[in-house]
T-cell receptor, first 117, second 115 residues
Framework: AQSVAQPEDQVNVAEGNPLTVKCTYS??????LFWYVQYPNRGLQFLLK??????LVKGSYGFEAEFNKSQTSFHLKKPSALVSDSALYFC???????????????FGAGTRLAVHP | ETGVTQTPRHLVMGMTNKKSLKCEQH?????MYWYKQSAKKPLELMFVYSLEERVENNSVPSRFSPECPNSSHLFLHLHTLQPEDSALYLC??????????????FGPGTRLTVL
């Protein structure tokens, strides 16, 4: 079965420090991986995706993610955290078990990032 | 703004009421989705429409009835809901092909409270 796991419910980091939000996946075949962010009282916003190619993917707001096939991980990173990065972050993987023609995603449970001044 | 709008943003309804949630996408996408987001639970996919045809219905109770009159609009009709249906309902859209790796764009959601 295809799945995605976010092992941390919450990540705390000081402003200016690097941050990492962890994600591991389990899929058959090549994974299509996504990161989304959700600010309070808002919908999810797309940050970045990995389809193929370079293992380091750059996205919005200075975020990047590293795809590691051997560890089946796709961790989200940022070199220097901002207080405004505080939000809920979701990792997702495309579910290929559904019928074709649309992009069905399996989401992780989410990780709350708290950046302290 | 993501190009996906949802109305109303907040809705309070009794268990005997009938109401509808509306979603509109201005992105020219060909697939639209309804999700339910409850506290401390993963995002739940409810319905998927591709080219205005319902292609997925994830064992959602019949008190939720989706409608997709055209590729830009998606509705979720609600009737005789239960308090446990209180949640944030999110609409999303994407431009999909057989390969299917394009990101989904989400609306801001409708916060539903069932009394």
């Amino acid at each position: 079965a295809q799945s995605v796991a976010q092992p941390e419910d919450q990540v705390n980091v000081a402003e200016g420090n690097p941050l990492t939000v962890k994600c591991t996946y389990s899929v058959s075949g090549n994974p299509y991986l996504f990161w989304y962010v959700q600010y309070p009282n808002r919908g999810l916003q797309f940050l970045l995706k990995y389809i193929t190619g370079d293992n380091l993917v750059k996205g919005s707001y200075g975020f990047e993610a590293e795809f590691n096939k051997s560890q089946t991980s796709f961790h989200l990173k940022k070199p220097s955290a901002l207080v405004s990065d505080s939000a809920l972050y979701f990792c997702a993987v495309r579910d290929i078990t559904g019928s074709g023609g649309y992009n069905k995603l399996i989401f992780g449970a989410g990780t709350r990032l708290a950046v302290h001044p | 703004e993501t190009g996906v709008t949802q109305t109303p943003r907040h809705l309070v309804m009794g268990m005997t009421n009938k109401k509808s949630l509306k979603c509109e996408q201005h992105l020219g996408h060909n697939a639209m989705y309804w999700y339910k987001q409850s506290a401390k639970k993963p995002l739940e996919l409810m319905f998927v429409y591709s080219l205005e045809e319902r292609v997925e219905n994830n064992s959602v109770p019949s008190r939720f009835s989706p409608e997709c009159p055209n590729s830009s609009h998606l509705f979720l009709h609600l009737h005789t809901l239960q308090p446990e249906d209180s949640a944030l309902y999110l609409c999303a859209s994407s431009q999909d092909t057989a390969v299917g790796y394009n990101e989904q764009f989400f609306g801001p959601g409708t916060r539903l409270t069932v009394l």
